[in-house]
């Protein structure tokens, strides 16, 4: 396995959608891909599908809250991509070495997050535009 310093594998590609089921079905037309994990993840506010590409994920998110930051995301951007996903070998020592840095985070701890795994997240603001989350499994 290769990997570029602290991030060791692209985990996942989140994508917000306002149908779970249609865009599930979606997948399954086109690619004959299908669905590898399924969660309601009660912290967040959202429903998602994970579709296993390789040893990675497209995980297709709806909210199920109109309060979750998902919903707030969509309202004013729409469905599409919502973050990037990569996979670390510890959360925790890579958020504390980006806080360090001077990284505008979201989490300033890690937390329980889908499959199990610890992550957090980095504010678009840091990261050129782009919602990173870190994954830790």
């Known amino acids: ?3 570029s310093g602290k991030l060791t594998e ?20 086109m690619f004959g891909a299908t669905v590898a994990h399924r969660e309601r993840i009660e912290s967040d506010g959202v429903d998602e599908a994970l579709i ?20 707030k995301y969509m309202e004013k951007n729409g ?7 990569y996979r670390v070998d510890s959360t925790e020592e890579v958020l504390e070495d980006v806080k360090a840095q001077g990284a505008r985070v979201v989490d300033e701890h890690p937390r329980t997050g889908s499959r199990g795994t610890t992550v957090a997240f980095l504010h678009p603001k840091t990261a050129f535009g ?8």
């Open 79 to 85: 469905e599409g991509i919502h973050h990037v996903g």
């Open 1 to 3: 396995m290769s990997s």
């Open 52 to 71: 296993k590409v390789a040893d990675s994920y497209i995980q297709l998110l709806t909210p199920f809250r109109d309060d979750s930051p998902l919903a």
């Open 10 to 29: 692209l985990d996942h590609v989140g994508i917000a959608v306002r149908d779970l089921d249609a865009v599930v079905e979606w997948y399954e037309k």
């Open 130 to 137: 782009t919602l990173i989350e870190l994954v830790q499994e």
